[in-house]
Structure formats: C-alpha cells, structure tokens
C-alpha cells in the first residue's frame, strides 16, 4: 500500500475531477468536508480548527482532504465561500438597484457566522500564500468582477457615472464596507438604512 504523500497543490471540488490516476473522485466526502469545515468554525473559531478535526467530524482522513486542498485557508475559502452562482448576479437596468444588491449579498455572506470567524484568518494567510490569494482573485473574477466591470463601461457610455471610474474600485467599496460593519457591529444593526446609505455614497462617489 502506498504511503500518503506530503500535501501538494491539487485543484479544488469546483474545478477539479477524477480524471487522473487511481480511484474516482467521491463526491460525498467533499460535501461532507466542507460542512464540517462550516460546522467547527462556528464552533471552534479559525485558529482551532485543524484538518485533523475536520477529517473526524466528515468522517474521512487527512490525506483525502490534502488530495482536494493544498492548505487549511484554502478549504475554509471554499467552505464559507462557495462558487457563486451566477443566478445571484443583479442583471436589472437600474444601476443603483444592482450596486444595492450587491452590498445585500454582501452583508449577508460576510455576515454569517462560519465567515466572520474565518475571514480574520483568510486575510492574514492570504497575505504570505499567493496561491491562495490567486484562487481568490479568480473566484472574483470568474463572475463578479467581470460582471461589474461591464455594468460600469456600460453606465460610463451612457453618462451614468463620470469617466475614468474603476469597477475594481466600486467593487472595493462594496466588500469594504461590508467587511468592516460585519466585523465590528451586530447584525441587527446592519439593516436596510445601512444598505441604502451605503449605496447612495457609492451612487454619490462614481456620478457625473
């Protein structure tokens, strides 16, 4: 029998599949996986959790989640920030409504529990893993930012929003204030007046 390997890069569930050699991909343990993943964070917070606890609670071992994951931060990315789906994507024609959907989604993914006790973590591993901050980027990039960055050279076109603004900056914004009002106020606290607020300074910001 083969021994386990050290832990090498290897693609995550998203994009991954079981076209290399050996056994099949089981579909099963990545889900169980990740909600485990989900599970302990609430439980246990970012610096507790281990792949260790996470292999028990999915009922798997370490070597099967390092054949998915190449680190724990890039599991926990995954975990709290699934693939998006692209149905979530405003595609109104009223900028504003889309921008202030936007920093709806935002609230409420950042805001769940699994997320706030992951992304101080995320942020600090992000800063010395490229690789991870890569995957990032590109999950981002994949749809969200693609899509802003259409709806902005569109509203410019039209004399919407004043030239030489960047989608990259509204975009900026909008995880920004989001990141900061669910790390440090209660969630109750970030109702729909904080949205709208939010939103007219974006809106204020980026007119003519």
């Known amino acids: 029998m083969a021994t386990a390997a050290a832990p090498t890069p290897a693609p995550t569930p998203a994009s991954a599949s079981s076209t290399g050699t050996g056994r099949p991909r089981d579909p099963r343990i990545d889900g169980a996986v990740l909600q485990a993943t989900t599970e302990l964070l609430e439980e246990i917070?970012?610096?507790q959790l281990t792949i260790g606890?996470?292999?028990e609670r999915a009922g798997t071992n370490k070597p099967a989640i390092y054949r998915r994951w190449p680190t724990?931060?890039?599991l926990v990315h995954e975990a709290v920030f699934p693939p998006q789906d692209p149905d979530v994507i405003p595609v109104g024609d009223d900028l504003r409504s889309?921008?202030?959907t936007l920093v709806s989604i935002g609230v409420e993914l950042l805001g769940r529990p699994a997320a706030r006790a992951a992304l101080p973590g995320l942020l600090a591993e992000m800063t010395s893993d490229?690789?991870?901050h890569a995957d990032v980027l590109d999950r981002?990039?994949?749809a969200t930012w693609g899509w802003m960055q259409r709806r902005i050279e569109g509203a410019i076109e039209t004399g919407e929003v004043r030239a030489g603004v960047q989608s990259s900056t509204v975009l900026e914004l909008i995880a920004g204030s989001t990141f900061v009002a669910t790390?440090?106020?209660p969630l109750d606290q970030i109702g729909p007046a904080w949205v709208?607020?939010?939103t007219d300074l974006i809106m204020r910001g980026i007119a003519p």
Do not use: C, E, S, W
């Open 45 to 47: 917070g970012y610096l």
């Open 53 to 55: 606890a996470i292999a």
């Open 72 to 74: 724990k931060a890039h």
């Open 98 to 100: 889309d921008i202030r």
């Open 130 to 132: 490229p690789t991870l």
């Open 140 to 142: 981002f990039a994949a």
């Open 183 to 185: 790390a440090i106020r």
């Open 196 to 198: 709208d607020d939010v």
